[in-house]
C-alpha cells in the first residue's frame, strides 16, 4: 500500500520513457500484472475502504413523493411508466377539486421524473399495499360499475372467448379501473 502511494507519484509526474521503467520495476517488485499495475499507479488515493456509504443527493423531496402517492392512488395503482401520460390529467383534475395542492416546483418535477425513479419512489408504499390488496373489500363506486360499456370491441377487432374465466376477469379489472379513473378525472 505504502509503495503503491510512493511509486505511484512518481509514476504519474513521469514522462513516457520513465514511466516505461517504473513500470517494470514496479511489476518485478509487487509481482502484479503490468495491466493492474498501471491502473493502481494511475489512480490517485481514494479511501475505498472506508465503510461509510457515499452522501445521496435527493432530487426527489417528500413534497413529490407524497403527491405521486396521491397520483398513484387515483390512478388505480398503476405502474410508473403508464403513470407518465396520465399525470398533466391527474394533476390538472385533482388540483381543480382540491385533492391535491402541488407548488410549480412539485408539478415540474412529477412530470419530469423518469418511470423508473417513479416506481423507485413508490416502491415502499407499493410493498405496504401489496399485503392488504388482496383482503380488500370492493369499493361501493366499483360494484356499480356498467362492465358492458367497456367491454365491447372496437370496429374490426374478434371478440373474446366468453367461455375463458380469465378474459373475463380482465375485462371486468379494466372496466372497474376506468370507471374509477373516469370518476377521478370528473
Not at 11 to 23: D, G, M, P, S, W
Not at 29 to 49: M, P, Q, T, V
Not at 80 to 108: A, C, F, N, Q, Y
Not at 120 to 132: E, N
Request: charged share 25%; net charge positive; with cysteine.
Amino acid at each position: 500500500h505504502e509503495l503503491t502511494q510512493a511509486v505511484g507519484t512518481r509514476y504519474r509526474a513521469a514522462c513516457r520513457e520513465e514511466k516505461t521503467q517504473i513500470l517494470d520495476e514496479f511489476v518485478r517488485i509487487s509481482g502484479y500484472h503490468r495491466k493492474h499495475a498501471i491502473r493502481l499507479l494511475c489512480s490517485e488515493k481514494r479511501n475505498r475502504g472506508s465503510g461509510e456509504p457515499r452522501p445521496q443527493r435527493r432530487v426527489y423531496d417528500e413534497a413529490v413523493r407524497q403527491a405521486l402517492i396521491v397520483l398513484w392512488e387515483a390512478s388505480d395503482r398503476i405502474c410508473g411508466m403508464r403513470l407518465k401520460p396520465l399525470l398533466p390529467l391527474l394533476i390538472d383534475s385533482l388540483t381543480k377539486h382540491g385533492h391535491l395542492e402541488p407548488d410549480d416546483e412539485v408539478h415540474r418535477k412529477l412530470l419530469a421524473v423518469s418511470h423508473s425513479t417513479r416506481d423507485r419512489i413508490l416502491m415502499p408504499t407499493r410493498f405496504s399495499f401489496q399485503s392488504r390488496r388482496a383482503a380488500m373489500p370492493a369499493l361501493p363506486a366499483l360494484a356499480a360499475v356498467n362492465a358492458a360499456a367497456f367491454t365491447t370491441p372496437l370496429a374490426g377487432t374478434p371478440r373474446p372467448d366468453k367461455n375463458s374465466s380469465v378474459v373475463g376477469v380482465a375485462h371486468k379489472r379494466v372496466a372497474a379501473s376506468l370507471q374509477l379513473l373516469i370518476h377521478f378525472v370528473q
